[in-house]
T-cell receptor, first 116, second 113 residues
Framework: DAGVIQSPRHEVTEMGQEVTLRCKPI?????LFWYRQTMMRGLELLIY????????DSGMPEDRFSAKMPNASFSTLKIQPSEPRDSAVYFC??????????????FGDGTRLSIL | GDSVTQMEGPVTLSEEAFLTINCTYT??????LFWYVQYPGEGLQLLLK?????DKGSNKGFEATYRKETTSFHLEKGSVQVSDSAVYFC????????????FGQGTRLTINP
């Protein structure tokens, strides 16, 4: 079975450029999560969606960050303009509600973002 | 608010040693508890879980018991291998939360041959 697919795996760009990260969740999953991982701050939840609708975006650091989920099989996280402090590994995860709400989140392999 | 605290790393052990990684939590009611593992260059993978007090989760030789009285979910393995080298995350799902997880800061484990 295909897992959560993220692209690109690595992104290096100059500050000020727009960055778009992409995620394809596992088919049938109705929750999608975006996380950021850094050495200093660990793993942070940025935003999550349920049935393509944003539920909690309180972790989005600032207006430069935006996330969309136009359909059940695709989501983007966009940073515009990017800054060096945005350098991190960004993970996408998905899960399904299930009958007992204890279904695990399945993570992609992440996008390693470097802003020069 | 809900939170998870893990023992600080990094942890370095020799092969076949006994492993304990401590995890304590703060939450209202009875959250579900999880251990995730992250191998180099990969995303997090579910290692084991427990959904109610006194439940024991186990997988790949790892075990953790949900202790409500001490609000703990310590990860243990009797004999570690080099391939267990990874970062381990303890996490909880709040009772009233939807699918949102609260993660600890992670503990880096290195096993030397």
């Amino acid at each position: 079975d295909a897992g959560v697919i993220q692209s690109p795996r690595h992104e290096v760009t100059e500050m000020g450029q727009e960055v778009t990260l992409r995620c394809k969740p596992i088919s049938g999953h109705d929750y999608l999560f975006w996380y950021r991982q850094t050495m200093m701050r660990g793993l942070e939840l940025l935003i999550y969606f349920n049935n393509n609708v944003p539920i909690d975006d309180s972790g989005m650091p600032e207006d430069r960050f935006s996330a969309k989920m136009p359909n059940a099989s695709f989501s983007t996280l966009k940073i515009q303009p990017s800054e060096p402090r945005d350098s991190a590994v960004y993970f996408c995860a998905s899960s399904v509600q299930g009958g007992n709400s204890n279904q695990p989140q399945h993570f992609g392999d992440g996008t390693r973002l470097s802003i020069l | 608010g809900d939170s998870v605290t893990q023992m600080e790393g990094p942890v370095t052990l020799s092969e076949e040693a006994f492993l304990t990684i401590n995890c304590t939590y703060t939450a209202t009611g009875y959250p579900s508890l999880f251990w995730y593992v992250q191998y180099p260059g990969e995303g997090l993978q579910l290692l084991l879980k427990a959904t109610k007090a006194d439940d024991k989760g186990s997988n790949k030789g790892f075990e953790a018991t949900y202790r409500k009285e001490t609000t703990s979910f310590h990860l243990e393995k009797g004999s570690v291998q080099v391939s267990d080298s990874a970062v381990y995350f303890c996490a909880l799902r709040p009772v009233r939360g939807a699918q949102k997880l609260v993660f600890g800061q992670g503990t880096r484990l290195t096993i030397n041959p």
